[in-house]
């Protein structure tokens, strides 16, 4: 069943067109990644969707139920996680209280002011973290770890509102490549295990054609187009406007690489 | 009322714009290209009138000969100028890189020492200028009569605008100024000699400010309070036009200078209140201002200056804090009258001190204008019991109610903004509180204040009424602290650390924020009230920016990263302020001097100096 629906979206900035009429449909348990060159209007779909912009026409639907122009943190309550390009965590806390601090906010209870945080959703909170196999760093500071790390426990932090749908603006970026291949790994993994519907942007075409089950292509806030990676892949104006001969090499060798 | 006179006042409006744009544009291209927040402008302005009515009159025994008036202006500008020098060079150049709270302080410690400094120099009787030569005459103006230096004046301001203008546009100096107004690490970056930038910055922003002054000798005479009733006129026009731009500070000048000319006729009481709400809404509909640019420091991931890692007490924490809390019982006991005002007076500024750094501190709201809650506080228990004849116990009860509600109603507007506005809208709101308090004397008996603000009969002696207060301030201590420990108190913390993070994880940040505001407002309000009843009488000093600085000086002292650094930081400031203020005519001097040495030596204050002490200590044993 459709889990997000984009139905003609449109932003202007100024004179700039970031998006035109962009539609496209999401299903539970489906990686969808968002592709193309820069400024071609993915992060301002991405933000259309995530509650950060309001479109200027167009709805956006989240299982039937229209979430258009809402802000982040009521598009949160209704179950969306999303994790951000730069990695967003709480600098002051623990590994752990990051993510009993996300629990806390799920659970609706920001306001009590008796109980001591620190005990609350613990045992959650690692259980969590062991998913994505941060357990063994609970209890160190978050501004110790490695990048790589950070993300892991940003996708942990966004878990923790047992979200249908998962939003990740570049997840990878900034990161070594033997990490993003994990983080990928690990991220889809989790999102078929458990039917979370996953929409991503990303530059690193090795995550998009090993992992995304459809693709969309954007230009100048255009789709140009949409399907499956072997689809995209032989797209002659993907190839032409984005891809290119080595771009369209590289992602034939990654999609026999997460496939063999 | 007819058109000439609406002209003439319109005009006199514009005179004033004129001079305070002329100051302002000095503030503003400061804060553009350092992101310093200059108390200390207002000084080089008091500095510069001082200057002025010192060298003019020596110029004018030459020859009376308005060229010597304007070379007289132009040197004590200068001098004024090369002072804003030895600042930067002496103390900016070391804190450009320290939180803003830390900089906004070190800045108002130079405000102190220049206030001691003049009135060494020039002692305390006001100075009157001379008039200068060639425009002591008045100009006819459709019947009315109106003085030519004013006129003067409103050709002025637009000559410093071009002259700004042509500087930013036509020289590298004035290129470079505006590429450090957008994007000051790309100037860095670009191999720019950032030391000659900031200090020549320097030099132009209090040449102006002095210019400002110099130019006012003949309406106005040089006092020693210039340089408070200027600084926070002169951050409205700043704020309103936009921080660092020069065009904007003119526009909101303009504005102001009208608001106030008509103000007078139509509000003659609340002008003041006028100027300020103006500020408030610009900054509701514009949270830059009506020419400013949003920070561009986004998506930072530093470390946020605050509470840390909130461990609860380990035994000797929990020692320290039971000595503490006998040594605050015991005092009625074994003390002299005068120990037992002191440890009162204790008591209420730790309440005062901890609930500021339960905002500060735990939820990175810097506050510049906490004492309003302090004395509306105060005044709520004071009005009632002066005014209405209410007994004590239902007058302290309301103290913290009103301190909340005042909160909550400037907390509302205040939690749209962040970073430096924030903490300049705070302070617009303290000061529209304290003008209130000092204009409307029907009410509050104005600069006098309430007098005759006494306990009930039962707690008349000041032991029993200690034993009140330290009652009131630890259960409101505790509570706080308790707060900061449980789930909205790391709420709080998330949003201060990362907004974006909170807000995706379904934190509404504002009501949060206003929540924690109102808090802190409510403690702050019971510590004014307790005070009230201590002191017997209520003055608007209680809520004027010095008693704000007071309070961030003491949580800066105590180290801001600390959970209970504001009740040790209150205990030493006073102990300091009652030992060293009787022993000198230069306290204030002395009190800057501190605070200025704190910011640099000390900046995680006696809480930080303690915990780096007991981690020492703890890894003693570990490496033996």
Known sequence: MTLLAAAGLNKRFGGVVAAKDVRFALNAGEMLAIIGPNGAGKSTTFNMVGGQLRPDSGRVLLAGQDITGLPPREVCRLGVGRTFQVAQTFLSMTVAQNVQMALIAHAGRTRELVSRAEALYRAQAVALLGKVGMAADADRPIGELAYGDVKRVELAIALAASPRLLLMDEPTAGMAPRERASLMQLTAGIAREEGIGVLFTEHDMDAVFAHADRILVLVRGEVIAEGTPEEVRANEQVKRVYLGTTGHKAALRARRAAHV | MDAGFLLVQSLSGLASASSLFIIASG??????????????????????????????????????????????????????????????????????????????LATFGVVLMVQDAVLKIWGPVDITGPRAPGLRHGVEIMGQRFPAYELFLICAGPAVLGALWLLMHRTRFGVLIRAATRDREMVGALGVNQAMLFTGTLFLGAFLAGLGGALQIPRVSASAQMDLSIITEVFVVTVIGGMGSVTGAFLAAVLIGQLQAFGVLVFPKITLVLVFLLMAVVLVVKPWGLLGKPEPAAGRATLPEGILHPRGFALPEKLLAALAVAAALAVPVFGDAYAVKVATEVLVFALAAFSLHFLVGNGGIVSFGHAAYFGLGAYASGLLVVRLGVPMEPALLVAPVAGAAFAFLFGFFVVRLSGIYLAMLTLAFAQIAYAVCFQWVEVTGGDNGLVGVWPSAWATSRHVYHYIVAAGAIAGIVALRHVIYAPFGATLRAARDSAPRADAIGIDVRTHQLLGFTMAGGAAGLAGGLYAFSKGSIDPTMLAIPMSVDFLAMILLGGIQTVMGAVVGAGAFHAIKDIFMPLTDYWRFLLGASIIALVLLFPRGLGGAFASVRARVAAEPARA
């Not at chain 2, 110029?59 to 007289?72: A, C, D, M, T």
């Not at chain 2, 040197?75 to 600042?87: D, E, F, K, Q, R």
């Open chain 2, 27 to 104: 503030l503003t291209l400061v804060f553009g290209v350092t992101r310093i927040v200059n108390f200390a402008h207002g000084s080089f302005y008091m500095l510069g009138a001082y200057m002025a009515v010192t060298v003019v009159p020596w110029l004018l025994e030459i020859e009376r000969s308005p060229w010597l008036f304007f070379v007289g202006v132009l040197i004590s500008a200068a001098v004024v100028g090369l002072l804003g020098v030895a600042m930067e060079l002496l103390l900016l150049r070391r804190i450009y890189k320290v939180p803003e709270l830390f900089q906004l």
